[in-house]
């Protein structure tokens, strides 16, 4: 706290009065040793230290290949069956899922995806997806088509109702 040197009426016998404003030298004395302290301590802290670091012998992961879909549709005009966008005919469902598959992955041979375990059999999968009312008959029969053409790898595909 500080005090007034001049009281007002300025007599010898007058009170000093008490004021409320804040002393902030001893704030500001200890800022400019703070700046003063991290003017000089900044350039210190920085390193020119080379140093060099291995390389990465890691191959960046591809990307997966689109997978190919066959889409059932069972309504009043019959049994309409797609290709991915494209609809086709039963007889020639083999063939053109054959065609798209290519399409959709072309790093891996149809040979090697009957041969592989594990890491390419899942680029070798059909997914087959159908309606509610579609007739089981209707989905095996597109399984035999698949299965004909030397597709074994065959996926189902639900709509989860939960949500």
Same mark, same amino acid.
């Given at each position: 706290m500080g005090a007034?040197?001049?009281?007002?009426? $300025? $007599?010898?016998?007058?009170?000093?009065?008490?004021?409320?404003?804040?002393? &902030?030298?001893?704030?500001?004395?200890?800022? @400019? &040793?703070?700046?003063?302290?991290?003017?000089?301590?900044?350039?210190?802290?920085? &390193?020119?230290?080379?140093?060099?670091? *291995?390389?990465?012998?890691? %191959? *960046?992961?591809?990307?997966? *290949?689109?997978?190919t879909w066959i889409?059932? %549709?069972?309504?009043?005009? $019959?049994?309409?069956?797609?290709?991915?966008?494209?609809?086709?005919?039963?007889?020639? @469902?083999?063939?053109?899922?054959?065609?798209?598959?290519?399409?959709?992955? *072309?790093?891996?041979?149809?040979?090697?995806?009957?041969?592989?375990?594990?890491?390419?059999?899942?680029?070798?999968?059909?997914?087959?997806?159908?309606?509610?009312?579609?007739?089981?008959r209707n989905v &095996?029969?597109?399984?035999?088509?698949? %299965?004909?053409?030397?597709?074994?790898?065959?996926?189902?595909?639900?709509?989860?109702?939960?949500?």
């Open positions: 007034k040197v001049s009281a007002p009426g $300025g $007599g010898k016998r007058s009170r000093m009065e008490v004021t409320a404003d804040p002393n &902030v030298i001893p704030f500001i004395d200890v800022m @400019l &040793v703070l700046l003063i302290i991290f003017m000089i301590a900044a350039p210190i802290s920085t &390193v020119d230290i080379q140093v060099e670091m *291995p390389d990465s012998r890691i %191959q *960046p992961s591809q990307r997966p *290949p689109r997978p889409s059932i %549709q069972e309504g009043n005009g $019959g049994v309409r069956y797609f290709v991915m966008n494209e609809e086709v005919q039963i007889n020639e @469902l083999g063939e053109r899922t054959f065609e798209e598959w290519e399409k959709n992955t *072309p790093t891996v041979s149809f040979d090697e995806c009957l041969m592989a375990e594990t890491s390419k059999a899942a680029y070798c999968r059909i997914y087959v997806r159908a309606d509610s009312n579609t007739a089981y &095996v029969r597109v399984m035999n088509r698949l %299965q004909d053409k030397g597709f074994t790898r065959i996926g189902f595909v639900a709509e989860d109702k939960r949500s």
